[in-house]
Each structure stands twice: as structure tokens, then as C-alpha cells.
């Protein structure tokens, strides 16, 4: 069974005890960027973070309750940044490209952790990023677009499942081939870029899935 992160109320925290808790989750990032779960040592985690590893249980219940903090982590920001802009079941495409974009944008690393731990990976770890991806805003997305279809506002031949997988793939796939767009096309995928990709990935997805006979 998976070890719970502490997590002790926000309001409880010295200031002191956040900073451990955040250079916990910054060296979290950095290690697990790089490997695989299993091979990643608390000890490396605590000692790039500068505290004692008895830390890591101390706040976070074991190795394994890092991780899904510092996932969770993310995907609460994301979902945050999504609920300021729209009520639960109402999110756009537009605000989700505009906001997973600049979480990308923000969070390089990302992108290619998913993919390790999804694709390459099995076992609890992958089935908690799987879950906990789902429950941020797969099932709003996937709602705001069945309600555009059953509408008319969309082309009533769309399937809103693989709608939804090339929204995703429009907004991921510049950040995996970060380098090849860098070298290649000379583009620096910072907030800057990515609110222009967003906008042009909007667009570009809204001009082909728009019912023309609806347009006003």
C-alpha cells in the first residue's frame, strides 16, 4: 500500500518547516527527472536538499510519498489555475491550451517524466500518475467537449475521446521535441512562446472542428 504523505495543515507549518518541505520537492524533481523511481535513494534526495533523510518520512511518509507529492503538486497547480477561470465542467480549449501550455512552459521536465513513468514503467507508480492525471481535468475536457458537440457548436461527426487526444497532442508534443524545435526552428519555449503557441493551437483546432453551418 502506498505510504500517504503527511501533509500537516498549511497553517502549522513554520516557515522553517516549508523550506525543508520545498527543497525536498525541488531535489524530488531533479532526481526524478533523470531515473526511474526505484533508482533514486532517499539519501541523494535528502543530501541535494540539504537535510537529514529522516525528513523525507518526517513530511512525506517514505520515498513514495514524495513522488506523489511532487506530482500532485503540479497537477493541483494546474488545477488551481483552471478553477480561477471557470466553473468545474465549463473549462475551454482555449484555457486549457492556455494554461497547460504555461505549465509547460514552466515545467520542462514534465512532459518526459510522464512518458517514462507511463509508457515505460508499471506497478503503483505508474497507475498514480495515471489516476491522479485523470482526476485534474481529463473528465471536465472531455465533458466541455460533448457539450459543444451535442450543441451544434462542433461538427456532430466528432468523437469527443480522440478530440481530446489531439487537443492533447497539439499542446504536448512541442514541449517533447523542446530540443528539435530549439535547434531546428530557433524557438525558446518560454511562457512567452508558449501563450503563442496556445493561441495558435486554439485557432488551429477551433477553425477545423467549428460547424460551419453554425457560424455566425
Do not use: C
Amino acid at each position: 500500500m502506498a505510504h500517504k504523505p503527511q501533509n500537516r495543515p498549511a497553517g502549522r507549518r513554520t516557515a522553517a518547516a516549508e523550506s525543508v518541505r520545498e527543497a525536498l520537492l525541488g531535489a524530488a524533481r531533479q532526481f526524478f527527472l533523470r531515473r526511474e523511481f526505484k533508482a533514486v535513494s532517499l539519501r541523494e534526495i535528502a543530501d541535494a536538499a540539504g537535510v537529514n533523510s529522516a525528513m523525507v518520512n518526517y513530511y512525506f511518509g517514505g520515498k513514495q510519498g514524495l513522488y506523489e507529492a511532487m506530482v500532485d503538486e503540479l497537477l493541483s497547480s494546474l488545477q488551481a489555475s483552471l478553477d480561477a477561470s471557470h466553473e468545474r465542467d465549463q473549462i475551454t480549449v482555449a484555457e486549457f491550451s492556455t494554461h497547460y501550455s504555461r505549465l509547460l512552459a514552466d515545467n520542462p521536465w514534465w512532459p518526459n517524466f510522464v512518458i517514462r513513468e507511463v509508457l515505460f514503467s508499471d506497478g503503483p507508480i505508474r497507475e498514480r500518475v495515471i489516476n491522479r492525471f485523470a482526476s485534474v481535468f481529463a473528465p471536465d475536457l472531455l465533458r466541455s467537449l460533448q457539450r459543444e458537440i451535442g450543441s451544434g457548436h462542433y461538427r456532430a461527426d466528432l468523437d469527443p475521446r480522440l478530440t481530446l487526444l489531439s487537443l492533447m497532442g497539439m499542446t504536448v508534443f512541442p514541449f517533447l521535441a523542446r530540443p528539435l524545435l530549439e535547434q531546428v526552428l530557433g524557438m525558446t519555449l518560454d511562457r512567452e512562446t508558449a501563450g503563442k503557441l496556445a493561441a495558435h493551437n486554439t485557432q488551429l483546432f477551433l477553425h477545423g472542428a467549428l460547424n460551419s453551418a453554425g457560424e455566425t
